[in-house]
């Protein structure tokens, strides 16, 4: 039997419990499938004496995730407590100079420092890794850095953000309103520390850059992610979305094309038949394409103290077989950088706009579109409220920056308040 592996966990929150849990009720599992013991040496969070709901006094204390990181008697740094900067990468770069392997959930931390810290840990003899970091329970990182490690990967995409598809799911559901929906969702754990992270749309960016990074061997870029939150989207949208036979999801899209790799992150129109469209709640769908394997559909908790845990171990027990992988899939030092290619793709969009009760309204409408090279697909006006009328317009495909030119032109006598427009993303 080989000596134990310890760990030394940074972060007792939703998911830094549950990884204690995991260890304490499954030691034996563990070493079967390892060949040793998995232990925790020492944890690490800003209060010591709050009740966890997990016995932690086995375990050594540092209040400092720096010393935690530096211990002697830890092999492996677990980094679960959340940040781009600060103590997360303090004690992450304090634990690879000291040479430890790191083990984090911290997808924000990784899309803006992930280069240099997958540098420093490669030149370290070290590995950084992150399954928890995307799509919480589902094992993507592993499914594109192993299984399909053999492809060209044309397209990544798919619904990373377990509270932002939460609440357009219930929204939709319940007719409840975003606000206590949002409670609902911090209750549930999916919840960042920061939630504007969640509904901006910036958590699932910093998702989709990692799995740009390792899909298509570039440097993460996480500033070349065209981004868009949910807080805009109304029931009205909902209701229209499905009265044409849409589900709005926050969406994500990376691949490569003729003019750069291309990434966003942001609501988009899918069929509800579509497998993307029929996701519920706080569930995560990846899509992966690649030349020879085709299309790979992975479904599951993309949030919650079990599956984020559940990730978290797999890396852990990685370690302790002994497999060790560059950070990106390939050492750090040859991953490309690639031009960021703002929405080249076109695709038809949903436009919804308050049209005053005057002739001619709707022509001016058309007419601006129409010289900005947009064409009508669709439209439906429905009655009217006081003065104006909900008008839908469905496009044929176009560009997004022929749009804008369209939405700015916009005849503000005509058009009440700014119009809302939204991707259709044809997914099968
Ligand atoms: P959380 O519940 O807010 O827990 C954060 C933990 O970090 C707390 O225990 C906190 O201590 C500790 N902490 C914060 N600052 C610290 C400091 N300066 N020194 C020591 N400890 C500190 O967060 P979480 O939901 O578990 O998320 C942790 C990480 O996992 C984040 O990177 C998050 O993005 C990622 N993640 C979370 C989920 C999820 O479903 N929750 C899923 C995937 C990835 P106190 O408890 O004493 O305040
Ligand atoms: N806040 C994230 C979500 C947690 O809602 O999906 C998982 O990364």
Redesign the pocket.
């Known amino acids: 039997m080989s000596e134990p592996l310890r760990l030394g966990i940074a972060g007792l929150g939703t998911v830094g419990v549950g990884v204690v849990r995991i260890i304490r009720q499954q030691a034996a599992l563990l070493e079967a499938r390892t060949g040793r013991k998995i232990t925790i040496s020492a944890v690490s969070a800003r209060s010591k004496d709050k009740d966890r709901g997990v016995p932690l006094s086995d375990y050594g204390w540092e209040d400092d995730p720096v010393a935690l990181a530096k211990r002697d008697d830890v092999d492996v740094f677990v980094e679960l407590m959340g940040g781009d900067d600060g103590p997360a990468k303090d004690a992450t770069e304090a634990a690879i100079a000291a040479g430890k392997d790191v083990v984090t959930a911290n997808?924000a931390m990784l899309a803006i420092h992930g280069q240099a810290l997958a540098e420093a840990a490669e030149a370290a003899g070290r590995v950084i890794r992150y399954e928890a970091a995307v799509a919480?329970g589902i094992p993507v990182m592993k499914a594109l850095t192993e299984g399909l490690a053999g492809n060209d990967i044309s397209r990544v995409m798919g619904v990373?953000?377990?509270?932002?598809n939460y609440i357009l799911t219930q929204m939709q559901a319940t007719r409840q309103g975003y606000n206590a929906l949002f409670a609902e969702?911090d209750k549930l754990g999916?919840?960042?520390a920061d939630p504007n992270?969640?509904v901006g749309g910036i958590?699932a960016g910093h998702?989709l850059a990692l799995l740009a990074s390792v899909a298509f061997g570039t440097q993460v870029n996480f500033d070349g992610v065209e981004l868009e939150g949910i807080q805009k989207i109304t029931l009205e949208d909902i209701d229209a979305a499905d009265d044409m036979g849409y589900r709005i999801k926050l969406l994500g899209v990376a691949q490569m094309t003729g003019r750069g790799l291309e990434q966003r992150m942001s609501p988009c129109l899918v069929p509800s038949t579509s497998p993307l469209g029929q996701l519920e709640g706080?569930t995560?769908m990846v899509v992966i394409e690649g030349d020879a394997v085709g299309q790979i559909v992975l479904r599951g908790a993309?949030?919650g103290e079990g599956p984020?845990a559940s990730a978290v171990m797999s890396d852990v027990i990685d370690i302790a077989r002994g497999l060790r992988l560059p950070t990106f899939g390939q050492p750090a030092t040859t991953l490309t950088t690639a031009r960021a290619a703002l929405a080249a793709v076109p695709a038809p969009y949903y436009l919804r706009m308050q049209l005053v009760d005057k002739p001619g309204a709707l022509a001016k409408v058309a007419a601006v579109l129409g010289d900005a090279g947009v064409s009508i697909d669709r439209m439906r006006q429905y009655g009217h409220q006081d003065t104006a009328a909900p008008v839908l317009i469905v496009t044929h495909k176009t560009t997004r920056t022929a749009l804008d030119e369209a939405l700015a032109g916009m005849d503000k006598s005509v058009v009440q308040g700014e119009p809302v427009a939204i991707r259709i993303e044809e997914v099968d």
Request: with cysteine; aromatic share 4%.
């Open positions: 997808k919480g990373m953000n377990g509270t932002c969702a999916y919840l960042e992270l969640d958590d998702k706080g995560n993309g949030a984020t």
